[in-house]
């Protein structure tokens, strides 16, 4: 078991990972930005170093410091959160050849899944369907038209080395094509240094389904169920819950398989999502796995009574699991909402400014995921999600008016949330009765 | 005739202990006119429920009775005398906070531009940069900062005489640690 750790990261995953480790009785190092040396996860970690200014290229995504610091510190891991390190293969390299354990899948494992279209072709030669799309690269516009007429229109010009939901251009006929793969091109250049492109037939409306996925380093892989995330804003998640209601127990069960094949197909290890697509038809299709913790993984850690992020550490650590799938139960249903500081009347504009007054909820079933407190200053510096409200009950109907009562209970003064637009969307009849996909919320603007 | 079990009161207890571990729903154990049958009932339907605290899933051992509670904290507590005994591994040393040092001074602080050890010479065995009392002059080097081989120079922000000095050869520095003070001449 490790005797010491540095947590890479920020905010509420930071302070997250900070309680993890010590209930296990590990002592934790957190690096922080100059804008964030009087955040709670500061005050909080046994230790902490200043890395850097606000701007992350200087600060969280320095990769040297990082390194330097947790050596210096007697660090024996490094836990990356989310965003950020999480998933830079080369970052992991650095860890691994400087004997500092990494706590995450394997830089290998990173790289493959990071690279979207290689991700593709090993999913399609385990059996794990994949949507229809280009076998390789997509080399001109040329080749574009000639594979988007084989899998049909609308198609969708995705970056390789993307994420994000940037670097990808839909084109509805063979006129958009140039255009489209022009524009996709330049971006994915500028955005990920790299721009290549792979075409997807462009699924319309689809519901998110992702499953998570953990993996020691014996072999042994397990699914902690679905979570369906259909519920976005321009590809960013506003709520999550879990189970998938909407699914029959059919496809459940298929998606559930085809995300344990994917994970070994992939040497899987440590903590993973899987994540699909599912159209109205039904028909389910592999896009991407992420190779970290998510955000959204409090609703998975209530239905199913497992610690996620302890899971992660014991697992680099080098035990096993201590459970087998047969173990794992859902009870109940979980919803999470990401409240951030925005101003929706001006198109969800980030509102940074200083909390006057901070009241959350609580009571059975509910949980709160933050690192704000009264008199902290959200800074412009860093996405505007301040804090997560998770509630668990019995039913998906229990679990939404548990979720209702607890934003109206929270009361926090001083910046613009998102509060009254996520109690718009829970009290939205199509929701309710889970008739929703991810053109949900764009139909509700 | 086959002897199933000798019907003791410790082989009973490992049975009841050899159902509460299965996944069976019943076990019965007939010889002759002495017979045990064990069974678990499931609330409701939410046999799910009741399962789940059967195993020791992600840490969460079997439930205990307040009496075991009260031998496990005993155990515990053994246990940490036992700890503390061992030597520990203490960091390197401890971290330097830049709010220790900065106190109210008059002058410009050199502050590190970056975190990672602070070295006063360009190459070990030569003399350092600077020492208190040396002047320098705007953009003059004034101590190196590294990171994984990556070497920051740290330079005078201004023109002045090195007042004082904060920290020594190869200590981790923080981002915007005051290193050096300089005051006019």
């Known amino acids: 078991m490790f005797h010491k750790i540095l947590i890479a990261n920020r905010g509420e995953i930071a302070l997250r990972i900070i309680k993890a480790a010590k209930q296990l009785g590990i002592e934790t190092l957190i690096v922080y ?3 964030d040396k009087d955040s709670l996860p500061v005050q909080l970690a046994d230790a902490s170093v200043c890395i850097g200014p606000p701007a992350s290229s200087k600060s969280y995504l320095n990769q040297e410091s990082i390194i330097q610091t947790a050596i210096h510190h007697g660090c024996e891991a490094i836990h990356p959160g989310y965003g950020f390190l999480s998933e830079n293969a080369e970052f992991v390299e650095k860890c691994e050849n400087n004997g500092l354990s990494f706590i995450g899948p394997k830089a290998s494992v990173i790289r493959c899944m990071g690279d979207k279209q290689s991700a593709r072709k090993l999913m399609k030669e385990n059996g794990v369907p994949i949507v229809p799309g280009s076998e390789d690269i997509v080399k001109t516009a040329d080749e574009a038209k000639e594979i988007a007429s084989n899998i049909g229109f609308p198609v969708l010009l995705k970056a390789s080395a993307g994420g994000g939901g940037r670097g990808m251009r839909i084109a509805n ?10 524009a996709a091109t330049s971006e994915a250049l500028s955005a990920f240094g790299n721009g290549d492109l792979y075409i997807e037939k462009y699924i319309l409306n689809p519901r998110h389904i992702e499953v998570q996925i953990l993996a020691d380093e014996f072999g042994n892989i397990v699914h902690l169920g679905e979570r369906d995330c259909s519920i976005q804003r321009r590809n960013q998640k506003m709520i999550e819950e879990a189970p998938a209601n909407c699914l029959t127990g059919d496809i459940r069960s298929y998606l559930l398989d085809a995300a344990i094949k994917a994970a070994r197909a992939a040497n899987y290890t440590n903590a993973g999502t899987v994540e699909f697509v599912v159209d109205p038809n039904e028909n389910h299709y592999f896009i991407e796995m992420n190779t970290r913790v998510q955000v959204e993984h409090p609703v998975t850690e209530m239905i199913t009574g497992i610690d996620i992020v302890r899971s992660q550490i014991l697992i680099a650590s080098g035990e096993k699991l201590d459970f087998a799938q047969n173990d794992i139960l859902v009870r109940g249903y979980s919803i999470e909402c990401r409240v951030n500081a925005e101003d929706v009347d001006r198109g969800f504009a980030p509102s940074p400014g200083r909390i006057e007054y901070l009241r959350y909820p609580s009571g059975e079933g509910v949980r709160i995921e933050s690192a704000i407190q009264a008199g902290t200053t959200i800074s412009p510096w860093y996405d505007s999600m301040i804090c997560k409200v998770i509630v668990h ?23 613009k949330t998102n509060i009254e637009f996520l109690l718009r969307i829970l009290n939205n009849n199509d929701y309710c009765e889970g008739k929703v996909d991810t053109s949900f919320v764009s139909g509700l603007l | 005739m086959v002897t199933i079990m000798d019907w003791t009161v410790e082989t009973i207890k490992d049975v009841i202990a050899i159902f509460e571990e299965s996944d069976l729903s019943k076990i019965e154990i007939e010889d002759g006119d002495k017979k045990i049958v064990l069974n678990r009932e499931s609330a409701q339907g939410t046999v799910g429920y009741n399962s789940a605290f059967r195993r020791n899933i992600g840490g969460y051992g079997l439930p205990q009775s307040f009496q075991s509670i009260a031998k496990m904290k005993e155990m515990q507590d053994e246990l940490a005398d036992a ?4 030597t520990k591994t ?12 900065i106190g109210d001074k008059d002058g410009t602080y050199v502050k590190a531009s970056m975190a990672g050890i602070l070295y006063m010479q360009p190459k070990p065995g030569e003399p350092p940069y600077v020492e208190v009392g040396k002047s320098v002059k705007k953009g003059d080097t004034v101590a190196l900062i590294e990171a994984m081989k990556m070497i920051n120079e740290i330079t005078a922000p201004c023109d002045g005489v090195i007042k004082e000095i904060f920290f020594q050869n190869e200590q981790f520095v923080e981002f915007d640690s005051p290193i050096f003070l300089i005051v006019e001449e």
Do not use: C, H, Y
């Not at chain 1, 006929?173 to 022009?182: H, K, L, Q």
């Not at chain 2, 700890?83 to 061992?86: D, F, R």
């Open chain 1, 33 to 35: 930005s100059s804008a």
């Open chain 1, 173 to 182: 006929s063979a006129e958009e094509i140039d255009e489209a793969f022009n």
């Open chain 1, 393 to 415: 009950a019995p039913s998906r109907d229990e679990a939404i008016r548990k979720m209702i009562f607890a934003l109206q209970e929270f009361k926090i003064d001083g910046v």
């Open chain 2, 83 to 86: 700890k503390e005994s061992m």
């Open chain 2, 90 to 101: 203490e960091p390197k040393e401890p971290i330097k906070k830049a709010s220790t040092v």
